[in-house]
């Protein structure tokens, strides 16, 4: 089993910044992808950013180039088990509830999930 938890987030001014984190422990070095997805009051969760096991990171196109997503190792030669969320330039409509997630390389859909931070851009 998999266990994710999750810390940063907080509130901010429009422009401002923010990092997420996220760690895996448990069985982590099945996961091959991780990343953040997020849901905003009445919609759906969305994807916002992955990364997988080799540091590829992949975005949603209204967070390109102002969030960077990276995955670092907690112990070396261990699994890239820790995914941030680094924040910049952020926007009203970036807030929202964030959700780190992992999955395993056979796997479509997120199999784990973190408990969820909350991100509020004030204008």
């Known amino acids: 089993q998999v266990q994710l938890v999750e810390s940063g987030g907080g509130s901010v001014q429009s422009g401002g910044s923010l990092t997420l984190s996220c760690t895996a422990s448990?069985?982590?070095?099945?996961?091959?992808?991780m990343g953040w997805y997020r849901q905003a009051p009445g919609q759906e969760r969305v994807l916002v950013a992955t990364?997988?096991?080799?540091?590829?990171?992949?975005?949603?196109?209204?967070v390109f180039r102002r969030f960077t997503a990276q995955r670092q190792r907690a112990q070396r030669g261990g699994p890239r088990n820790t995914v941030y969320l680094i924040m910049k330039n952020l926007k009203p409509e970036d807030t929202a509830v964030y959700y780190c997630?992992?999955?395993?390389?056979?796997?479509?859909?997120?199999?784990?999930w973190g408990q969820g931070t909350q991100v509020t851009v004030s204008s």
């Open positions: 997630f992992g999955r395993s390389l056979n796997s479509a859909a997120p199999e784990y």
């Open positions: 448990g069985s982590s070095s099945t996961i091959d992808n």
């Open positions: 990364v997988d096991d080799g540091g590829t990171a992949r975005y949603r196109d209204v």
